[in-house]
T-cell receptor, first 114, second 113 residues
Framework: GNSVTQMEGPVTLSEEAFLTINCTYT??????LFWYVQYPGEGLQLLLK?????DKGSNKGFEATYRKETTSFHLEKGSVQVSDSAVYFC?????????????FGKGTMLLVSP | EAGVTQFPSHSVIEKGQTVTLRCDPI?????LYWYRRVMGKEIKFLLH????????ESGMPNNRFLAERTGGTYSTLKVQPAELEDSGVYFC???????????FGQGTRLTVV
């Protein structure tokens, strides 16, 4: 089956610190990989995605590279801001099976202090 | 263009009561999904509609949960009778087709006491 494992939180950082949130996966078939973010009081938003090995997804200063050899999709940002405080979810979908296969990790809360 | 809208945003009910959650997808999106996040756990798939038809309901936990999408527009998810373990955040998402990006609503936080 499909599964996603991401690091437990909360992750607490000071503004301008470097962020890494680890994510590894197992999948039946060739997955597309995603990071979703949920800001306080808001819905889930797609942050970035990658659809094949070695692709790098990027958005709002966040990056993640699809590593097939290590089955990983770690999220990084060079300098976090207070406004990045949110819950981050790593996810995968096997696209030819549709979004009913969308599989999430447990989520990692990020808290950034000034 | 309006996004996916869910009502209510929060609901607190007593064990044994009935609650109905509603989801309005993005206009023109035939595919509608329900997911649930129980506290501290993964967001789990519940079911998938294509228009008014249930395409996949393999994630529905038991027969206390009933989802409908009459007319293929908005969807409701009824929990009857609610149990304590039903507490969590219920997310709805919609997409134009089954392989295009799914857009999520803000979720309904359900607390059963």
């Amino acid at each position: 089956g499909n599964s996603v494992t991401q690091m437990e939180g909360p992750v607490t950082l000071s503004e301008e610190a470097f962020l890494t949130i680890n994510c590894t996966y197992t999948a039946t078939g060739y997955p597309s990989l995603f990071w979703y973010v949920q800001y306080p009081g808001e819905g889930l938003q797609l942050l970035l995605k990658a659809t094949k090995a070695d692709d790098k997804g990027s958005n709002k200063g966040f990056e993640a590279t699809y590593r097939k050899e290590t089955t990983s999709f770690h999220l990084e940002k060079g300098s976090v801001q207070v406004s990045d405080s949110a819950v981050y979810f790593c996810a995968l979908v096997v696209l030819n099976s549709g979004y009913s296969t969308l599989t999430f990790g447990k989520g990692t809360m990020l808290l950034v202090s000034p | 263009e309006a996004g996916v809208t869910q009502f209510p945003s929060h609901s607190v009910i007593e064990k044994g009561q009935t609650v109905t959650l509603r989801c309005d997808p993005i206009s023109g999106h035939d595919n509608l999904y329900w997911y649930r996040r129980v506290m501290g756990k993964e967001i789990k798939f519940l079911l998938h509609f294509v228009k008014e038809s249930k395409q996949d309901e393999s994630g529905m936990p038991n027969n206390r949960f009933l989802a409908e999408r009459t007319g293929g527009t908005y969807s409701t998810l009824k929990v009857q009778p609610a149990e304590l373990e039903d507490s969590g955040v219920y997310f709805c998402a919609s997409s134009r087709n089954s392989v295009s990006e799914a857009f999520f609503g803000q979720g309904t936080r359900l607390t059963v006491v």
